[in-house]
């Protein structure tokens, strides 16, 4: 039971404890409910949470992800950003890939900009080329390089030019009008692209539902999979979990900091930009495996607090990752603490396979 307690104690402790953050080198990792960067002399930065604000320069790349994320200070590398609502008031030197829901780009950029969002505005510069996709998308900014755009509401501002060519990607029959002040006739392409027929809402709502169900029913078999076949194993990650849980998770989010680290610095020499995607594809896996296992710690100490035994036959332990993998999907669904808590149960879980794998070896 001090598992469960642990993770009750998770959803609370865990927006405070991340917001310290990892620094390794140069380089800034940061969790929680709101994440400012505000100290200078940041390499590269990877931010995640409710509200993530760069608020001082970035020598290097910035890679955010929030409901509401702002970059008020410049970057001088590449941005990667992905929230809600984001806006980008400091110039970026080299390339942006943004992903939202309300886009501003209000500063210059020295790169390329990929874009997309629900509605987009661009009324700033952007030196290289830009990929624009939304349903209503407004450039107001002179772009030196190509455009794509693909809109259902497309306008250009007075301050809109485009120097190289621009691709219109769309489904309708009609030819977009474009003004001539903007980009010639001549250097303007029309593509069709057909679009999907939208499903009904019943039929959305339906595979929705049936997508939870799945992702609940792959969770159990796995867990039930992993008990089964090497039960002694398994166990001792249950009593490394439930006897250690803090310095278990402590060692779960260095061992995933450490992957994530290594495919940065091993990117920065080039050649290892080979090896990057086998590191990305291990992280994944690894993350993936925790979470299984903690998963099972879940639903192996409910089990044991309902009946008052182990599950220790086939059929209790398949019952036992089944009442885990629901507990985690439902709590999953809980806004804003439902993915901390996975979170917690990834690193909770990895933390456990790291001392496994390592044991002794691991203070």
């Not at 794998?357 to 691991?362: L, V």
Request: charged share 15%.
């Amino acid at each position: 039971m001090r598992f469960l307690a642990f993770l009750g104690m998770l959803l609370v402790a865990l927006p405070a404890a991340a917001q310290e953050g990892l620094v390794l080198g140069d380089d800034v990792y940061r969790a929680g409910s709101t994440v400012v960067l505000a100290e200078k002399g940041a390499q590269s930065v990877f931010l995640a949470g409710e509200r993530v604000a760069v608020e001082a320069g970035v020598a290097g790349s910035a890679h955010l992800a929030g409901r509401r994320v702002e970059v008020a200070a410049p970057v001088a590398g590449s941005l990667y950003a992905a929230g809600l609502d984001i806006a980008l008031t400091a110039p970026v030197a080299g390339d942006a890939t943004i992903a939202g829901r309300d886009i501003a780009v209000t500063a210059a950029l020295g790169g390329s900009l990929r874009a997309a969002g629900a509605t987009l505005r661009v009324t700033a510069p952007v030196a290289g080329n830009a990929l624009l996709v939304g349903d209503s998308v407004t450039l107001d900014a002179p772009v030196t390089g190509d455009v794509a755009l693909a809109a259902d509401d497309m306008n250009f501002g007075p301050e809109a030019r485009i120097d190289g060519k621009l691709v219109l990607l769309g489904g309708e029959d009609e030819t977009a009008t474009v003004p001539a002040r903007v980009v010639p006739p001549e250097r303007t392409e029309v593509r069709r692209v057909e679009r999907p027929a939208e499903r009904p809402p019943a039929a959305g709502v339906a595979a929705g539902i049936g997508s939870f169900l799945a992702g609940i029913a792959i969770l159990a078999l796995l867990a039930t999979l992993a008990a089964s076949i090497a039960p002694v194993g398994v166990e001792a990650l249950r009593d490394e979990i439930s006897l250690r849980p803090f310095r278990t998770f402590g060692l779960g989010f260095l061992a995933l900091a450490a992957l994530v680290g290594s495919g940065v610095i091993i990117g920065l020499t080039v050649v290892g930009l080979l090896i990057v995607p086998a590191i990305v594809l291990a992280t994944l896996l690894i993350g993936f495996a925790g979470c299984v296992t903690a998963v099972y710690m879940l639903g192996s100490s409910l089990y044991e607090w309902r009946t008052r035994r182990e599950p220790d036959r086939l059929g209790a332990r398949g019952l036992a990752a089944l009442a885990g993998a629901v507990v985690a999907g439902l709590v999953f669904l809980v806004p804003f603490l439902g993915w901390l808590f996975m979170l917690g149960l990834v690193i909770t879980g990895t933390g456990a396979l790291a001392r496994a794998a390592f044991g002794s070896r691991i203070a």
